[in-house]
């Protein structure tokens, strides 16, 4: 992977064409108070654009909740088969609560011109060399692919450290701040580890969707897995990743992981 940093900000307003989807979990709000429900989709799209994941209870590896002090709850016997509302929780404590899930594997055959521009989309020009290399740029791909999500909701305003909980996903996404610290405005650095470790050249989607359009970055990490962004308007916020690597499983070519962290400004 070439070795480089680079911010590109695209005003997405219409359709995008070929942008590859994201995967995350959408919440009815981003704010709470004590004694209120959070209804709780299982999302994919375009653009940051929400339209029915429709994840079913044993294609879900782990779906937990984190809050400060009170250690791991297991949710995935309260999964809902209402594609608007496959989860609902009810706040008994102030804080920010993490909510994470990771996804069951999933196959995929690419046509290969596809699976190029999903390459190319994701800054994973390494992967793209190889294909060449080996002659089968111009041959479909088997994937494998698994997704890995993290939401943060605020309930009232105690502040806690729960946000920067690094969970041992494969591919995962951890704020340096607590962003329900900030304002819109404020800058956020974000860590990208793959294995537990830094990644050096990862090209880090930020969106941001407000009043019917979004706002996209591409951001590439430094050495020590970061990357830095503004969050200028108030909203929701994803951060979101891709890694690609050569597959040792019969069948499959290509290991796939998706990681995204989800949040509110005000």
Same mark, same amino acid.
């Given at each position: 992977?070439?070795?480089?940093?680079?911010?590109?900000?695209?005003?997405?307003?219409? /359709?995008?064409?070929?942008?590859?989807?994201?995967?995350? #979990?959408?919440?009815?709000? +981003?704010?709470?108070?004590?004694?209120?429900?959070?209804?709780?989709?299982?999302?994919?799209?375009?653009?940051?654009?929400?339209?029915?994941?429709?994840?079913?209870?044993?294609?879900?590896?782990?779906?937990?909740?984190?809050?400060?002090?009170?250690?791991?709850?297991?949710?995935?016997?309260?999964?809902?088969? &209402?594609?608007?509302?496959?989860?609902?929780?009810?706040?008994?404590?102030?804080? /920010?609560?993490?909510? @994470?899930?990771?996804?069951?594997?999933?196959?995929?055959?690419?046509?290969?011109?596809?699976?190029?521009?999903?390459?190319?989309?994701?800054?994973? %020009?390494? !992967?793209?060399?190889?294909?060449? %290399?080996?002659?089968?740029?111009?041959?479909?791909? =088997?994937?494998?692919?698994?997704?890995?999500?993290? *939401? *943060?909701?605020? !309930?009232?305003? /105690?502040?806690?450290? !729960?946000?920067?909980?690094?969970? =041992?996903?494969?591919?995962?996404?951890?704020?340096?701040?607590?962003?329900?610290?900030?304002?819109?405005?404020?800058?956020?650095?974000?860590?990208?580890?793959?294995?537990?470790?830094?990644?050096?050249?990862?090209? !880090?989607?930020?969106?941001?969707?407000?009043?019917?359009?979004?706002?996209?970055?591409?951001? +590439? @990490?430094?050495?020590?897995?970061? #990357?830095?962004?503004?969050?200028?308007?108030?909203?929701?916020?994803?951060?979101?990743?891709?890694?690609?690597?050569?597959?040792? /499983?019969?069948?499959?070519?290509? &290991?796939?992981?998706?990681?995204?962290?989800?949040?509110?400004?005000?």
């Amino acid at each position: 992977m070439r070795k480089r940093i680079l911010m590109l900000t695209i005003l997405l307003a219409g /359709t995008w064409g070929v942008e590859a989807a994201t995967w995350w #979990m959408l919440p009815s709000n +981003y704010f709470f108070e004590v004694g209120e429900t959070a209804r709780i989709g299982f999302v994919q799209g375009e653009e940051f654009k929400a339209e029915p994941w429709p994840l079913t209870q044993d294609q879900v590896v782990r779906l937990e909740h984190y809050r400060a002090g009170l250690g791991v709850k297991d949710l995935r016997a309260s999964i809902q088969n &209402d594609d608007r509302e496959r989860l609902t929780i009810k706040f008994d404590r102030a804080g /920010t609560h993490l909510l @994470t899930l990771q996804s069951a594997v999933q196959f995929k055959a690419w046509d290969a011109a596809e699976f190029n521009t999903f390459l190319e989309e994701n800054g994973l %020009e390494d !992967v793209l060399t190889k294909r060449k %290399e080996n002659g089968t740029s111009d041959k479909p791909a =088997g994937e494998r692919h698994e997704v890995y999500t993290k *939401l *943060l909701i605020q !309930v009232g305003n /105690t502040s806690d450290d !729960v946000y920067k909980k690094v969970v =041992g996903f494969p591919l995962e996404i951890i704020p340096e701040r607590n962003p329900y610290s900030l304002q819109s405005g404020d800058v956020m650095r974000f860590r990208i580890l793959k294995d537990g470790k830094p990644i050096f050249g990862a090209r !880090v989607k930020v969106w941001n969707r407000k009043d019917n359009r979004t706002t996209l970055q591409n951001i +590439y @990490t430094e050495k020590d897995g970061t #990357m830095e962004t503004r969050l200028s308007s108030a909203g929701p916020w994803m951060v979101s990743v891709v890694q690609v690597e050569q597959s040792k /499983t019969a069948g499959a070519e290509w &290991d796939t992981s998706s990681a995204s962290l989800v949040f509110g400004i005000r």
